[in-house]
């Protein structure tokens, strides 16, 4: 059984910068491709970034490229994303995922809890 637990969520103003994290364990993180999505209040939720699981690729959705990064940490089991130049459309909860790649799109398998991002203008 896998468990992912966002950390790092929080009330930032407009400009400001904030790290997530994600632990995993249960399974081996390093063996998949990871994720971030978000849900704002009334919205579908959306994807934000992913990377793969052995070259470290990234991909990001067009309303965060150039302001957030994901990265990974194999050794420790941990996923992130480096927000900056946070905007107050970016506010929502955060979830971290185990994801793969279907039809031209990145599908959530495992969900964590989420972790709320609020940004203030």
């Known amino acids: 059984q896998v468990q992912l637990v966002e950390s790092g969520g929080g009330l930032v103003q407009a400009g400001g910068s904030l790290r997530l994290s994600c632990a995993a364990s249960?399974?081996?993180?390093?063996?998949?491709?990871m994720g971030w999505f978000r849900q704002a209040p009334g919205k579908e939720r959306e994807f934000v970034a992913a990377?793969?699981?052995?070259?470290?690729?990234?991909y990001y959705a067009d309303s965060v490229n150039g302001r957030f990064s994901i990265s990974r940490d194999n050794a420790k089991n941990t996923l992130y994303l480096q927000m900056n130049s946070l905007k107050p459309e970016d506010t929502a909860v955060y979830y971290c995922?185990?994801?793969?790649?279907?039809?031209?799109?990145?599908?959530?398998?495992?969900w964590g809890q989420g972790t709320q991002v609020t940004v203030s203008s």
């Open positions: 249960g399974r081996s993180f390093s063996l998949h491709h």
């Open positions: 995922a185990i994801v793969k790649y279907r039809a031209s799109a990145w599908l959530g398998d495992y």
């Open positions: 990377i793969s699981w052995i070259v470290t690729t990234t």
